[in-house]
């Protein structure tokens, strides 16, 4: 049931090994709720402070500075301010919240106590996919006995700060991952991304004042209270300090979670960490970060796997899900089922992703069948562009920008359908 | 206030407002500011979906909805810039891609806006090969609206409207991504006394009422501003009107009265106007006691020949006078000048009531009681106390709203009167008691101005000849008038004339007439009667 | 009624969660398809009472999420994840084989009401392709034989 622990471990993963861990026991034993006591003693502006320094960002997708992200919750009191943690991992390619909250549940607790200290939030809502039941159970189990231990509640660690958490599960839809969509699926209603103005920080969670981090990135913040923003910034670059979790799937020997510094080569996950290709078969291109981020080809895997540097290959670390896909693949055929993913996901509310992403499915669909004709591909680009920055949340320009990717670097893999009449990959991946 | 450029337009604008809602506001917007917009409507929630009324604002790096961008000081804004026409065009060509060609059969055609738009921001041509979404033609939607899901273009107007006026919301958006419906729940009907109006919303074909689809192309149209007659709420519509006849109302915008509504019930009295209950001409009782078709003047000699015997043996105490609240301002200041000139003490205003509600339906099932009230026409308990008591030996009576349960109900009490003079636009059982009946105009037939339930006065105009014998009011009663040998009665009447000297009889009315209320009425001085 | 007592009363204890009624649909909606094995009409009427919501708005919410379903479902509810990187490690093969095994296609359920077999988004099992869950359960690593047996397995 359990996944297998990460291969390569840092801070974040190194007692991933001993089942023990996910008990608040276990957890403590490794000096767990040490940086969440130490953060009580803390004003919530050094806190925030700190975390600005520490140059952390979040991890599901966006890369927006944590501690800038604290620093919109308003301060002048009045309204009750929430938390709300993104558990709703769906970035196809990604999978590494789902380990933090089986095997890691009171980091993130941790985590959580310590944002709401800083935030002066007086309850977090942890947001978990609807699917992910054992998480949800491991993490339940760990709330309660945070609850029995004094941990949550009316004096948090025996502080005169009362936290608390309520759980809840999401129930299958892509889109509430997306802060808004998320925030609109903790109120009961569909999870349609709001429109902004106002923001989160004004108009939240039930209408108050609310800040939304991902699984992954409440876990660093311990470490970082533990350690210091100078400790933290010894891993990553410069612009990216820290580690992440990255998730390794497709067609690698050794596919699997490893957590490692920002700024790792990518080849150096394919090749050296996951063991490269299979089959004795080489690499044709590899998604760097989640089903949403354009692909590069195998000429690029030197880049250091950090926003600034994948940014200048057009490509964004997003939430670090490295897919590979090996010589034998079809672009046009991964291009069928990522298209259709985001168009099976779009929420439906705005025009452009509503009939964009069902536009793309079905030229790629026509193109793989080999009934494809040359303009066809400048359709599949002009449509993309109109999807993209035109709308409510960024989930159109996920879908439009792997299909951007695919054409920058694969075009001739579709000029050869529209050529051949049929798709000319026979030793590809099922469609 | 805040001042923003929008274009060439520098524009001084109320805080809190978004771009399109100050464009709106200052009647700028499609009219002067192009700034398309399907999903935004000035009197629904706003939804940011359809993204269509992006433009260039200084200072943002991408395109915003003028729907939902707050206006700021200083704010500069762009909508005619190339990135703006693209993103427009984006909008249209996704938009069009599902929705069927089916222009020719489809009602909406020539009052589409997705035609519209095409026409001015789409890109001209179909670049789509693949097949359009197959989805429900037809949907019986409930007693007034079908559906056509295909051409439906999800801006969710009518899910907002029916949750946010009538607050029935009997629509929802089912599904998700390009699979979403609308539809209501198993087994439910859109049924609401405001239910039309999703159509009039609509910017497509997909909400039709039944009641108009198919009858008649839009472009063969004239639309005719004027007031629906179906209570005291006076909302102004467009009545549709084409071959002398009036084939539709929509509801007009005025934010002082309905907003953009109006109600089903008010909605489907223009079928009133040209129906076949109409009194067609002038009748009269012979000694046999039947009704019997007469000519204008027979009639108005008849019925000032019963008013003189009346007048002459007994005194004007017993003749009694009935206001309709369906007659203009002026056809009731003929009438009171009439009663005046007679002497005539009591005459009363009779009004049928019915159900109101908190949105636009009001008690009164009529569209001038309070300008009658503001002449001088009161509460009728008095006179059918009278009418009872066998002290009337005539009665003229405007209008049938005497038959209203709580007054006359089936009317046999004027049974004994001697002489019941009734001008009437329909037939109704009081014509049994009649001995004259004269037949009068509708609203939509003539000049006029009307005063709803809360004092505005707001005008009319003929949309519409009718095709038979019938005199507004006060040109009836100017002619009776003058057979009745009555000072300054020249049988004329000029209702534009006696609405600029309304101020004369009823200060309320002072500078409150014809021309100057304009489209969009004017309030009675001091909130009127 | 349709929903039971317990259903209820483990309702209320979700709204006691929230700071808006509402905020507990989610998990009522969950608890009632625990309860019946889907939400019907039925269910979304009284869930809008229970919320002072239209039924409509009950029935957007069901329609919207991929886990809530309107109508009854097979005894048991397999969903094998088709997305890419499922899909670049032969889960499209695998769910070929399961049709076959069971003579429906993806979408449909068996004839005696046991097995209803989906495609499904990513669930978050990348590494570990192919992969299905049944019910709440997680199998991963699958080849087909393995798959089948497990399906073969179940009441």
Known sequence: MGLTVPYVTSYLSEHFADDAYATLDGYRARGGYEAAQQALRTSPEDLIELVKESGLQGRGGAGFSTGLKWSFMPTDGGKPKYLVCNADESEPGS?????LLERAPH????????????????????????????????????????????????????????????????????????????????????????????????????????????????????????????????FGTEKSPGTTIFGVSGHVVRPGLYELPLGTPLEEIVFEHAQGVPNGRTVKGVIPGGMSMPILPASQLDVPMANEHLRE????????????????????????????????????????????????????????????????????????????????????????????GLMRHFREDFEEHVRQRKCPFPESFEL | MASIRVDDHELEVEEGRTLLQALDDAGLL???????????????????????????????????????????????????????RRAREGVMELLLINHPLDCPICDQAGECKLQDYAFEYGVGQSRTREPRRALKKSVDLGPTIVFDQERCILCRRCVRFCREVPKTGELGVFNRGDQSVIETFPGSELDNPYSMNVADICPVGALTTKDFRFKIRVWFLEDVPGVCTGCAAGCNVWLGTANNKVYRYVPRRNDAVNETWICDHGRMTYQQI???????????????????????????????????????????????????????????????????????????LAVRQGDSDEILVQAEKAANATGARALGFGDPAALLERLRGGALEALLVLGHDLLDPALLGEGDALDGVGSVILLDSHHSPLERAAHVVLPTRHAAEKFGT???????????????????????????LARLGAALGLPDFDGKFDPRAVSRALGERAPAFDGVDWDSVGDEGLPLKQGGA | MVISEDTRAAIEREIGKYPQRRGALLPALHLVQQEHGFVSPDSMRELAGIFELLPVEVMEVVHFYNMFHDRPRGRHQVHVCTNL???????????????????????????????SLGHEECLGACAYAPMLRIGETYHENLDAEQAKRLLDGLE
């Open chain 1, 95 to 99: 999978f590494k919240d789902r380990i």
């Open chain 1, 107 to 234: 980091k993130v607790l941790e985590g959580i106590l310590i944002g709401a200290w800083a935030t002066g939030s007086e309850k977090t809502f942890i947001y978990v996919r609807g699917e992910y039941a054992f998480p949800a159970r491991q993490l339940q189990r760990a709330v309660d006995e945070a609850y029995a231990a004094g941990i949550l509640g009316a004096k948090v660690l025996g502080s005169d700060f009362a936290h608390d958490v309520v759980i809840m599960r999401g129930a299958g839809a892509y889109i509430c991952g997306e802060e808004t969509g998320l925030l609109e699926s903790l109120e009961g209603r569909k999870g349609q991304p709001r429109k902004k103005p106002p923001f989160p920080a004004q108009y939240g969670a039930f209408g108050m004042p609310s800040t939304v981090n991902n699984v992954e990135t409440f876990c660093h913040v311990p470490h970082i209270v533990a350690n210091g923003s100078e400790w933290f910034r010894g």
């Open chain 1, 313 to 404: 290959r057009k490509t964004m670390l997003g939430t670090g899900g490295v897919m590979v896909m090996d010589e034998t693949t079809c672009m046009v055929r991964a291009g069928c089922v990522i298209t259709y993913f985001f168009r099976d996901e779009s929420c439906g509310q705005c025009t452009q992703c509503r009939e964009g992403t069902g536009w793309l499915h079905k030229i790629m669909e026509r193109i793989e069948r080999g009934a494809g004709t040359p303009d066809d591909l400048d359709i599949l680009l002009d449509v993309a562009g109109k999807m993209e920055g035109q709308t409510i949340c960024a989930f159109a320009d996920a879908a439009a920008w792997p299909v951007q």
């Open chain 2, 30 to 84: 499609m009219n002067g500011v192009d700034v398309p917009h399907y999903c935004w409507h000035p009197k629904l929630a706003i939804d940011g979906s359809c993204r269509l009324c992006q433009v260039e604002i200084e200072g943002f790096p991408k395109l915003q909805i003028a729907c939902n961008t707050p206006v700021k000081d200083g704010m500069v804004v762009r909508t005619q810039t190339e990135a703006v």
């Open chain 2, 274 to 348: 040209g129906s076949a209950d109409r009194i067609a001409h002038p009748a009269l009782r012979g000694e046999d006691g039947i009704l019997r078709a007469a000519s204008l003047d027979d009639a108005l000699a008849e019925a000032a020949a019963r008013l003189r015997r009346v007048l002459d043996a007994t005194g004007p105490g017993a003749l009694g006078v009935v206001a309709s609240p369906h007659a203009s301002n002026e056809d009731l200041a003929v009438l009171r000048s009439l009663v005046d000139a007679l002497a005539v003490e009591g005459a009363a």
């Open chain 2, 450 to 476: 009307l005063t709803n339930h809360a004092g505005r006065v707001q005008r009319v105009r003929p949309a519409v000849e009718p095709a038979w014998a019938a005199w507004s009011e006060g040109e009836l």
């Open chain 3, 85 to 115: 990187p499922c899909s670049l490690r032969g889960a499209r093969g695998l769910m070929r084989q399961l049709e076959s095994h069971l003579g429906i296609h993806a979408g449909e359920t068996t004839a005696d009401g046991r097995i």
